[in-house]
């Protein structure tokens, strides 16, 4: 029997807390599924701790028209979940976090730029960050949608970071690296202004991402 896609999301929203990328019940995270045939996303409830969630409690969103299944409403962030999913096919989950550092930089209004090769992993030669709009609002999916173009990341202003995975696992992974990404920046402005690699350097560790991490 298939494992329960609810359950895999609990499991990968603990490992959030584990990595040090949230705390108490900020942030959410989504899969993309079906159910009864019906295209759409199972997300995180609102306001609820992930130490306390069964599967019953994780509700299915409706990508067509953002209706919800299930005993629990949904984050309250479902909008850019939904919108991620329905503008770029082949994500199949999304995390959003209020992880230390990159909300640091968010609250800076700061893109991170191309101060180390790993910049590239995230599709591009910067982590934008997003404009400011209310959380839970269009207006903030919108400009999430737009900082996230031809990226795998972004910051939101004021607020905290999305990443884009193709599974769970690798939306885990890129926001461990967002978040270490955003650190080490920090730590490295303390010092003085980051060196930063030029656009041919940055142009050939994007050349090597496109097959990073491939074994075959």
């Known amino acids: 029997m298939p494992a329960d896609p609810r359950q895999s999301l609990i499991t990968a929203a603990h490992r959030m807390a584990a990595e040090g990328l949230n705390r108490g019940t900020a942030g959410n995270l989504?899969?993309?599924?079906?159910?009864?045939?019906?295209?759409?996303?199972?997300?995180?409830?609102?306001?609820?701790?992930?130490?306390s969630l069964?599967?019953?409690?994780?509700?299915?969103?409706?990508?067509?028209?953002?209706?919800?299944?299930?005993?629990?409403?949904?984050?309250?962030?479902?909008?850019?979940?939904r919108d991620i999913y329905a503008a770029r096919p082949e994500t199949g989950a999304v995390l959003h976090a209020h992880s230390p550092f990159a909300t640091s930089l968010a609250c800076l209004?700061?893109?991170?730029?191309?101060?180390?090769?790993?910049?590239?992993?995230?599709?591009?030669?910067?982590?934008?960050?997003?404009?400011?709009?209310?959380?839970?609002t269009q207006a903030l999916s919108d400009t999430a949608l737009a900082a996230l173009e031809e990226r795998k990341?972004?910051?939101?202003?004021?607020?905290?970071?999305?990443?884009?995975?193709?599974?769970?696992?690798?939306?885990?992974?890129?926001?461990?690296?967002?978040?270490?990404l955003s650190e080490q920046f920090w730590r490295a402005s303390q010092l003085g202004s980051p060196m930063l690699?030029?656009?041919?350097?940055?142009?050939?560790?994007?050349?090597k991402f496109a097959t990073y991490g491939k074994q075959t």
């Open 30 to 51: 989504s899969l993309r599924a079906k159910l009864d045939g019906v295209d759409g996303f199972y997300v995180t409830p609102t306001g609820m701790s992930y130490d």
């Open 54 to 81: 069964q599967a019953e409690d994780v509700p299915f969103v409706k990508l067509a028209d953002g209706s919800h299944v299930g005993r629990r409403l949904p984050s309250s962030e479902w909008r850019f979940h």
């Open 109 to 136: 209004r700061r893109d991170i730029p191309p101060f180390h090769y790993m910049i590239a992993r995230f599709g591009g030669d910067t982590v934008r960050c997003s404009d400011y709009a209310t959380f839970g």
């Open 153 to 180: 990341g972004c910051l939101l202003a004021n607020h905290g970071m999305i990443v884009c995975g193709k599974d769970l696992g690798e939306a885990l992974a890129l926001g461990v690296e967002l978040e270490s």
């Open 197 to 207: 690699l030029d656009t041919e350097q940055m142009a050939e560790a994007l050349g």
